[in-house]
């Protein structure tokens, strides 16, 4: 193998490397990401369970304002 082919095989190695560790690092943010979205998720959720009543009224449960 000629010593210009080598070099050229490194220098793309080189590169291959850089791209795959800039990969690794976006899907580790993004992962960061997803996992503060679902915990939020995971609140509102809890919040809206909260705020809805204990059992199931109906319009008809309801007393009308003039009485």
Known sequence: MTESR???LET???FAEDLLETLNQTVIR???Q????QQQL??????????????AH???DEIPPHY
């Open 6 to 8: 080598l070099t050229e």
């Open 12 to 14: 793309k190695l080189a």
């Open 30 to 32: 993004q992962q960061g």
């Open 34 to 37: 997803l996992d503060s979205m």
């Open 42 to 55: 995971r609140l509102l959720h809890q919040r809206l369970e909260d705020t809805r009543p204990d059992e």
């Open 58 to 60: 109906t319009p008809r």
